[in-house]
């Protein structure tokens, strides 16, 4: 799902009934913030480059805040437009109205957050769940909110993150939603593990993997409190926590925080790399670059709007996946990507959308090329498909064209079967495939500096 910032909205939770909380009586506790960003800077290495302004929000501010947000980034007809598009590619469903949902999921109990635009952190202090009564003991003895303090780290390290690397603002490329995904991995991973590391006085380095992988309880408790947000929308917030986490602490483990600041300044390019670590940390596999051509009589025909233009990735792939066929089977079709793009055009009514992917050989092609045959038939079950060896076509209301060649896949959705054998041919013939060089070795990145 498309990330344009929303993915740093990292739900904060700020305590106020206590007195050595980090919010008290509406108002920041400046002590206990300033006390945080000095061991913080210990524990990164790091020093804040300037200060950080905070402020507290009400929850109705919060959500009037978040909706400006959403309203400057996409006009009405744009949501509209991703909406049709992730329906047509079956990640939504038809009755989920996208804006609303995007602003349900960042709105229900968060209580604060950083905004790389204005460089400020909001807190929102009545967003707060309850902890249970042992933590809140513990916090009681030792005269410290632990669980605040670790999350009010996380969000000062997305500072330092902004002040010394600048990864945030390159994060939120619109045009390739894969690639954001995978830099707030990067992001989130780093300021959970540093979350940690304050509480804890450092990192517990036998135990670091163990310690993320509780993260894992994060997709069930996201489903139990909002059970109606679309997965794709959970799963691609989660990933950042969970994943992200996950493939942070590789790198520190390989060279401490030196080697997170080197990860930082060279970040993998795709989710794939996230998901399946080896591919960045080992075998390092980066992704094939598409573009998509032989749609200039669309882009030359005022009557047609882009309505999108993306990258799905690994992660998206899998997300869609999950949705219709066996989860296990699935995972394993998606660790098989190398690339895609997709682009959508509109008219009226009508939606004309391609996808092209490319994946590690031509059996890991084949093996998508049959899940998404599943994908198809499932969700346009009105429509009956001809198969051909490597194609499948079904003209009526709903038609679609699938076809692989070699260790590539296209799709195209909404043409007759007319309009699809000749523009069809025209995407496989003018498309362009340009294999990404293979990013820095990270030893070397962590030993030489950044």
Not at 274 to 286: A, E, G, N, Q, S
Request: hydrophobic fraction near 40%; proline fraction near 6%; charged fraction near 25%.
């Amino acid at each position: 799902m498309t990330s344009r910032r929303w993915w740093l909205l990292l739900p904060l939770l700020l305590s106020s009934a206590c007195s050595y909380g980090i919010v008290r009586h509406g108002e920041i506790n400046e002590r206990a913030a300033t006390a945080i960003e000095r061991g913080l800077t210990k524990i990164r290495g790091l020093e804040f480059l300037s200060p950080v302004p905070m402020e507290v929000k009400s929850p109705e501010e919060l959500r009037q805040y978040l909706q400006a947000e959403l309203d400057r980034q996409y006009s009405p007809q744009e949501i509209r437009g991703l909406q049709r598009v992730y329906e047509r590619l079956g990640l939504l469903a038809p009755d989920v109205d996208l804006g609303e949902a995007l602003l349900k999921l960042y709105t229900a109990q968060i209580a604060g957050f950083y905004d790389p635009q204005s460089g400020k952190l909001f807190l929102v202090p009545s967003g707060v769940p309850s902890v249970g009564w042992m933590v809140k003991l513990v916090q009681f003895v030792l005269r410290r909110d632990l669980v605040n303090e670790m999350l009010l780290a996380h969000e000062l390290t997305h500072a330092l993150q902004d002040q010394h690397f600048g990864v945030l603002a390159a994060a939120d490329d619109p045009t390739n939603d894969d690639r954001s995904l995978t830099l707030h991995a990067v992001l989130e991973g780093d300021a959970t593990l540093a979350g940690f590391a304050y509480v804890f006085g450092g990192l517990p380095d036998s135990s670091l993997l163990d310690l993320v992988d509780r993260l894992g309880a994060v997709p069930d408790e996201i489903q139990a409190a909002l059970p109606d947000t679309p997965p794709v929308l959970r799963d691609s917030l989660v990933f950042q926590y969970s994943e992200g986490a996950r493939f942070v602490a590789f790198a520190y483990l390989r060279g401490g925080w030196p080697a997170v600041d080197a990860l930082l300044a060279h970040p993998p390019s795709s989710t794939e790399q996230i998901l399946w670590p080896d591919k960045y940390f080992v075998r390092p596999d980066t992704p094939t670059e598409i573009r998509i051509g032989g749609l200039d009589a669309y882009r030359n025909d005022d009557k047609w709007a882009l309505l999108e233009e993306n990258t799905l990735g690994a992660l998206g792939v899998r997300i869609l996946l999950k949705g219709f066929i066996d989860r296990a089977r699935g995972e394993h079709v998606a660790s098989g990507w190398d690339g895609d793009r997709f682009v959508a055009y509109g008219r009226d009514n009508r939606l004309h959308l391609y996808w092209i992917s490319i994946w590690d050989s031509a059996a890991a092609a084949s093996e998508f090329f049959s899940a998404e045959s599943e994908v198809l038939k499932s969700k346009f079950p009105k429509s009956v498909a001809k198969s051909e060896a490597d194609r499948l076509s079904a003209p009526g209301d709903e038609p679609y064209w699938l076809e692989r060649r070699g260790d590539k896949v296209l799709l195209a959705l909404g043409m007759t079967m007319q309009e699809a054998s000749k523009s069809v041919e025209e995407v496989w013939r003018k498309s362009i495939f340009s294999p990404q060089p293979i990013q820095m070795d990270l030893d070397v990145a962590a030993a030489g500096g950044r």
